[in-house]
């Protein structure tokens, strides 16, 4: 069973930058697509990125799309998401999720519904202030 921790939250001015790591314990983690999700206060989760588990294929939304880049770091059983150019808009909880029942798929469909992923992270806040 995996288990993830989030850091690198905080608060930070509009226009900067933040990046936020997951890391990753329990299981192989080289075999697992990793993903991040987001909740802002008053709306549902909602899907940010993920990164396959072969071939590192990363699959965007797109608000994110040129500001945002995820990454793994096999040998440190470690995600990331660097954000960079952040808006008020981007705040949010953040969390990152692991899925190993289909780690290969990168199709758009797949990879921004919840159910498809069998890990989460507690959490961590995001504030980007205006």
């Known amino acids: 069973q995996e288990q993830l921790v989030e850091s690198g939250g905080g608060l930070v001015q509009a226009g900067g930058s933040l990046r936020l790591s997951c890391a990753a314990s329990g299981g192989t983690f080289s075999s697992i697509a990793m993903g991040w999700f987001r909740q802002a206060p008053g709306k549902e989760r909602e899907f940010v990125a993920r990164?396959?588990?072969?071939?590192?294929?990363?699959v965007y939304t797109n608000s994110v799309k040129g500001r945002f880049t995820i990454s793994r770091d096999n040998a440190k059983n470690t995600v990331y998401l660097q954000m960079n150019s952040l808006k008020p808009e981007d705040t949010a909880v953040y969390y990152c999720?692991?899925?190993?029942?289909?780690?290969?798929?990168?199709?758009?469909?797949?990879?921004?519904?919840?159910?498809?992923?069998?890990?989460w992270g507690q959490g961590t806040q995001v504030i980007v202030s205006s």
């Open positions: 990164i396959t588990a072969t071939g590192g294929i990363t």
């Open positions: 999720a692991a899925d190993r029942t289909r780690p290969w798929i990168s199709a758009d469909s797949y990879s921004t519904k919840e159910n498809n992923y069998d890990y």
